[in-house]
């Protein structure tokens, strides 16, 4: 509106100055041109306002650009730093995997290679009811009752003192052996055995037979050796028969490889 004004104001002057009187076609040509320029002029007026409304607004999404930018390389920074540690984490995750994996893989060997001994060692036997197998990581060896006690008795009789000779030959080359001597019967009734009052103290007492004589006459080191009674609660062979029975009555002893590395990494 200034700018509409000081033209107006200029044109009045400069008819005064000229002292001229103006022809009506004039005039309208003077109004004409004043229209002219307030049209103009409002026209830039309009566009300026426009042009500061829409500098504003830009301005207004500069800052939201940037404070959507500043918070994006904040999170890109936090979720490089994750990726970093999920990968340290994997990268030692991984090698405990391999070490793990490489100790059990001794386990297995050193078990499959125990195995093969004592089988040979043991070859002449297994015709009475000795048998050698690998479970869970672990060698049984299993000795029917009647390979080694006389029937209802605790005290080895002499073909059961040859089998644990055998095995003891082979287990004292084995420092490294853990064993664990368990006895297991039937579900029959104890009857008519003095002091065994049942099947608990028949398995105990034939486990501890065994243990006495692998530790005191073939001199196994006690300390590598556990006796336990199963009494008739884990059975072989659940079948009602008498066939079935004759495999559970049984001598197992356990063997196992000393795994102070796995327990060393799982202890980590």
């Known amino acids: ?33 004043r229209d002219s320029l307030n049209t103009r002029t409002g026209n830039l007026e309009e566009e300026l306002s426009r042009l500061q409304n829409d500098t504003a607004r830009l301005h207004r999404q500069i800052n939201d650009l940037r404070d959507n930018n500043n918070a994006l390389n904040n999170n890109l920074d936090v979720t490089s730093t994750k990726a970093n540690q999920l990968a340290v984490d994997l990268q030692k995750r991984e090698a405990r995997l391999k070490e793990v994996e490489e100790i059990l893989k001794k386990r297995d060997e050193a078990t499959n290679a125990l195995k093969n001994k004592l089988q040979k060692a043991l070859l002449g036997f297994q015709q009475s009811g000795l048998t050698v197998d690998i479970r869970n990581g672990k060698v049984y060896v299993s000795l029917t009752d009647k390979l080694l006690f006389p029937s209802g ?4 009789d002499d073909k059961g003192k040859e ?22 019967t039937d579900d029959k009734k104890v009857k008519n055995l003095g002091q065994i009052k049942d099947n608990w103290d028949l398995s105990v007492l034939r486990a501890t037979s065994v243990t006495r004589y692998l530790t005191e006459v073939e001199m196994v080191d006690p300390h590598r050796l556990t006796a336990t009674g199963k009494g008739e609660f884990q059975p072989i ?3 009602d028969s008498d ?18 590395e796995l327990y060393n990494l799982i202890s980590k």
Do not use: W
């Not at 008795?153 to 080895?156: G, V």
């Open 243 to 260: 066939e079935a029975r004759t495999k559970n009555r049984r001598i197992e002893i356990v063997l196992t490889p000393k795994l102070d």
């Open 237 to 239: 062979d659940t079948a």
């Open 1 to 33: 509106m200034k700018i509409k004004y000081l033209l107006l104001a200029a044109i009045c002057c400069l008819g005064f100055n000229s002292c001229k009187i103006l022809s009506p076609k004039e005039y309208k040509s003077l109004v004409a041109q």
């Open 163 to 184: 089998a644990l000779k055998q095995l003891a030959a082979v287990l004292n080359k084995e420092p490294d052996i853990n064993m664990a001597v368990e006895g297991h």
């Open 153 to 156: 008795s605790i005290i080895i």
